[in-house]
């Protein structure tokens, strides 16, 4: 009984599912084909108004579209703040690759003057920037300096409204949606870089009270009117000249007060004989030297992907690994000029040769493929170790090599623009450069920039070094060259415990071994009548 009332059930069941899956098939067959025209349905009841707001997505009311679209604004703004101040901050760390860096390719006699050089040229560059360096760079006026929002970052400003959003006196800045202090944190880290430069080149022989003003001038005058130039809307931008990150606007600019401030100040004691011939005056820690250049080479990763000033999933990376590409390669081919050149392959070569790299591929990072960031390399490798030899024979004496990794691969670096830009990293910018189909326009108009701002920066930095020296004088005396400036400028010596032996303008340290030789032949000295 139980078995044909449960056959029954089945069947009746069976029937229904074959009517349904028979009816799907009929309306499936008279559905209409993709983008033909429905047929007419029977209008459905309207349903309650509170039914409608939960059930259609489409009837959400614009308010809250708003208030998505602000919400997602505000967290673009928020990554690209942050992507910002990260990469600053690791500019800023890049000051302690440039103490190292300099103090070990000195004399270890030199060492406390040189801490103290690269300390305080960030905080002098942050009060001067702060006053009047950021005004005269960013401040809407005319194709020369700003002359709008001058003093203390004080001008009208809605930052991070961009474009034609943007109502404030920084209006060459208004490409980034960042917040105004942002802004201003980024820009000082490199008005900062181009002041240390400057320290590296005139190491060893300068007074610190003389250094110290320059850094102020440096960074009140000199630096933001070439800034203004190329990154503040000024004529150079209007011409039509590109440098994305600074191969001119800092590195050259601070090459070419390094330059004049070299001239000036004249070669060390010691470094040249009498005939002409170069006596090497070795640095004391190659080891501070290197560990200087990978804090640098680090600090790049903020220097040149931080210039998009935005989190660019789309940039960031490839900028990244052009900049370490020319890095690379420059280091490279430096150590085998200087195999070919010398006979050895000189680590000071190969360490310049990887900043010659990092300061060539600045300008053009976010402009060019990554294998013509190889290219750019390994002739920037090349032009570093010709030109440390090429100023020491011209008897331009550059303790640390500053002038030709800044100043020559700097100049090297903002014409490779014109050379190797391609138009499809950045379309609507450059255009492509000569090498690639442009034609010699936009190589014309990088050396147009680069010659007007080195011609600018070279002259006016001669005619202040010139004030100082005529005032205050620039260079220690002899006697205060030769014993060492930590105790002439500063009355304490970097390292206490070591004793240093000065013969020839050259600086030995050691522990007790040293100690003894020190002994040793102050004895052979009185043993001869020669020292009392």
């Not at 800034?227 to 994305?244: P, R, S, V």
């Not at 004691?269 to 250049?293: C, D, F, N, Q």
Request: aromatic share 12%.
């Amino acid at each position: 009984m139980n078995i044909g009332k449960n056959l029954g059930h089945f069947v009746s069941v069976s029937v229904a599912l074959v009517w349904l899956v028979s009816a799907g098939m009929s309306l499936a067959q008279d559905a209409p084909a993709p983008g033909a025209a429905e047929p007419a349905k029977l209008e459905a009841p309207a349903a309650p108004a509170a039914q409608a707001k939960k059930e259609d997505p489409g009837a959400a009311p614009a308010q809250f579209t708003q208030g998505l679209l602000e919400q997602i604004g505000g967290a673009k703004v928020a990554a690209d703040t942050t992507w910002t101040l990260i990469a600053a901050m690791l500019v800023f760390f890049m000051n302690l690759g440039f103490a190292t860096v300099e103090s070990g390719l000195c004399r270890a006699k030199n060492t406390s003057t040189i801490l103290a050089k690269n300390f305080i040229v960030f905080a002098a560059s942050s009060i001067a920037f702060l006053v009047l360096g950021w005004g005269l760079m960013f401040g809407d006026g005319n194709p020369f300096f700003g002359t709008q929002g001058l003093w203390f970052v004080g001008g009208a400003d809605n930052s991070p409204a961009m474009g034609d959003a943007y109502k404030g006196v920084y209006s060459s800045i208004n490409w980034t949606g960042v917040p105004l202090w942002t802004k201003f944190f980024f820009q000082l880290v490199f008005a900062g870089t181009a002041a240390t430069i400057v320290s590296g080149a005139v190491a060893e022989r300068i007074k610190f009270g003389a250094f110290y003003i320059f850094t102020f001038i440096m960074v009140v005058i000199i630096y933001p009117i070439t800034g203004h130039w190329i990154w503040g809307g000024g004529w150079a931008a209007k011409l039509g000249m590109f440098d994305f990150a600074g191969s001119t606007v800092v590195h050259s600019v601070g090459g070419w007060a390094a330059l004049a401030g070299i001239i000036v100040l004249g070669p060390r004691i010691g470094k040249y004989s009498k005939e002409g011939r170069v006596l090497p005056i070795p640095g004391h820690s190659m080891t501070s030297a290197t560990l200087g250049v990978f804090v640098l080479w680090f600090g790049w990763f903020g220097f040149n992907p931080g210039s998009t000033m935005a989190a660019d999933a789309a940039a960031i990376g490839r900028i990244a690994v052009a900049t370490n590409t020319a890095a690379a390669a420059a280091a490279i081919s430096a150590s085998i000029t200087a195999w070919l050149l010398l006979g050895k392959p000189d680590l000071s070569m190969m360490l310049n040769g990887a900043l010659a790299g990092l300061v060539a591929i600045t300008a053009p990072c976010a402009f060019v493929s990554i294998e013509s960031s190889l290219i750019i390399g390994l002739v920037a490798g090349f032009l570093v170790v010709v030109s440390v030899l090429f100023f020491d024979k011209v008897k331009i004496d550059d303790p640390v090599g500053a002038t030709s990794v800044h100043l020559v691969n700097g100049v090297f670096g903002t014409i490779c623009v014109g050379l190797f830009a391609q138009d499809q990293f950045t379309p609507n910018t450059t255009g492509n450069g000569l090498f690639f189909g442009g034609g010699p326009g936009l190589f014309i108009k990088q050396l147009v920039g680069v010659l007007g701002v080195g011609a600018f920066v070279f002259v006016i930095s001669l005619i202040f070094w010139k004030i100082i020296d005529a005032t205050l004088g620039v260079r220690v005396s002899a006697e205060e060259e030769i014993e060492g400036l930590d105790i002439g400028e500063h009355g304490g010596v970097a390292y206490p415990d070591f004793v240093t032996v000065t013969t020839r303008g050259g600086t030995l340290i050691g522990g007790e071994r040293m100690a003894e030789a020190a002994v040793g032949a102050r004895t052979r000295e009185l043993s001869k009548g020669t020292i009392s």
